[in-house]
């Protein structure tokens, strides 16, 4: 099986690269065009800034290239948010994927969010042999909103969208890789979609 990981300049690639190591699974990180489009399944993964993030996948041309896949992809925390339609940080335009827009925390919670939360509403084979209220790894300061593509939601403050599907796109805003057992659960189900 051909899996890829999406390198560009936002990136926690190789916790990423360690984690399917560790499921049997050994990924290329590329931005090669043609690779990309004859992999199995792609991880689009990210830790960063959003516009300057998206500004070099214009740049890359990979703007173009990700939302028209056709295999499961799945992007982790900045990656997910960039397949929403906008982000509130840097005032950005998205993929627009997933119908969703990307806001800042406010209000009483400590912004980033960093530690451990749980995940609830799970759907989808995404979720299989995971349970309800499962602890995951995050770091961000920014959400998606709830809409009719969100598969788990988490609570910080508001009950927003820790994961989002369309189709074959997957999203997650926690770190699977991160994650411990349920989240090695997780890489292994996205492996076998």
Same mark, same amino acid.
Not at 90 to 117: A, M, R, Y
Not at 156 to 177: D, I, K, T, V, W
């Given at each position: =099986? /051909? ?15 360690? +984690?399917?190591?560790?499921? !049997? ?18 991880? @689009? *993964? ?5 516009? &300057? +993030? ?5 740049? /890359?041309? %990979? ?6 896949? /056709?295999? *499961? ?9 960039? =397949?929403? #339609? ?11 994927? @997933?119908?969703?827009?990307? $806001? %800042? @925390? &406010?209000?009483?919670?400590?912004? *980033? ?8 509403? %799970?759907?989808?084979?995404?979720? /299989?042999?995971?349970?309800? $209220?499962?602890? =995951? ?9 709830? &809409?009719?593509?969100?598969? +788990? ?22 770190? *699977?890789?991160?994650? &411990?057992?349920? !989240? ?7 492996? #076998?979609?």
């Amino acid at each position: =099986m /051909k899996v890829s990981i999406i390198k560009y300049n936002a990136g926690n690639v190789q916790s990423v690269l360690f +984690a399917l190591e560790r499921i !049997g699974i050994n990924a290329t990180v590329t931005d090669d065009i043609s690779i990309l489009k004859s992999s199995d399944k792609i991880i @689009f *993964p990210g830790v960063g800034e959003a516009s &300057s +993030a998206m500004q070099y996948l214009k740049e /890359k041309k %990979l703007d173009e290239v990700i939302v028209n896949l /056709k295999q *499961p992809v799945l992007g982790i925390c900045l990656g997910m948010q960039l =397949m929403c #339609k906008s982000s509130e940080e840097g005032n950005t335009e998205c993929l627009g994927i @997933f119908d969703n827009n990307i $806001k %800042l @925390f &406010s209000g009483d919670v400590k912004v *980033p969010q960093i530690g451990w939360n749980n995940i609830y509403d %799970l759907k989808t084979n995404l979720y /299989k042999n995971v349970n309800e $209220k499962e602890y =995951m790894y995050f770091v961000h300061s920014y959400y998606a909103e709830l &809409s009719e593509h969100t598969i +788990a939601k988490t609570n910080y403050g508001l009950e927003y969208s820790s994961s989002l599907r369309n189709n074959n796109f997957y999203g997650a805003q926690f770190h *699977p890789e991160k994650s &411990s057992k349920a !989240g090695q659960t997780i890489l292994e189900n996205f492996i #076998k979609l």
